[in-house]
Every structure is written in C-alpha cells, then in structure tokens.
C-alpha cells in the first residue's frame, strides 16, 4: 500500500497518509478520500502535490482535485476494489448504487488524479 505525502503541512511537518489508491494507467492513479476534507486533503489542495512512497521507493507526483461530475466512475471503481475497507465512510452508497447516487455522494468524497513526476 502507498503512503501518499503533501509537500507542504500545515504544521510544519510532512504526514503520510497510508491507503488504497486506484492505477488504471500506468504512472496515473486515484485516490478518493474516504471522509470529507480532513487536514490532509486541505494539504493536498494546497500543496498540488506531494510523494508516494512504499518501503524505500519514492516517487513525486502532482495532484489535480477532479470536479464532483468526474467522481462517479472513479467513485464506483473504488468502491468494487476496497469497498470491503471503507465502505463504512460511504454510508449507503456502495459499487451497485446508480449514477445519480454516486454524484449525490461526490462533495461529500474529494477525489484526486495522481500524476507521477518522471
């Protein structure tokens, strides 16, 4: 599992935050937050960017917050691959649930595209 890195904290200091990002490209990945705009995802807004990380391998990237039409496709991926973890933080909307319920729930999940850095 990466850890994923802001470049700039808010207080001071840099804080991974561990958890299951989606790759449906390559060097491309998504990472939903599971609970509305925490200090970390501030950051991440912030910041445009930061590092993922597992064991010694790091990589930079950027970060591009995707507009809440965008969401339910990845919303949905997400959901099919790690639902089973973080389904508790989606309430009612789970991989089966229509389009319509998915965009519903969207503000509530900020979504980043995570570009890696060559």
Known sequence: MWCGTPESCTAGSRRSSPGPHLTPARRRRARPGRRPA???????RAAGGGRLQVGRRVQEFTALELPDE???VVLRAYLKKWGWEVSRFFGDVNADSTDEQLLAAAPRHPVFRITVKQ
Not at 38 to 44: A, E, G, L
């Open 70 to 72: 965008e969401k339910p």
């Open 38 to 44: 925490p200090d970390r995802v501030r950051n991440m």
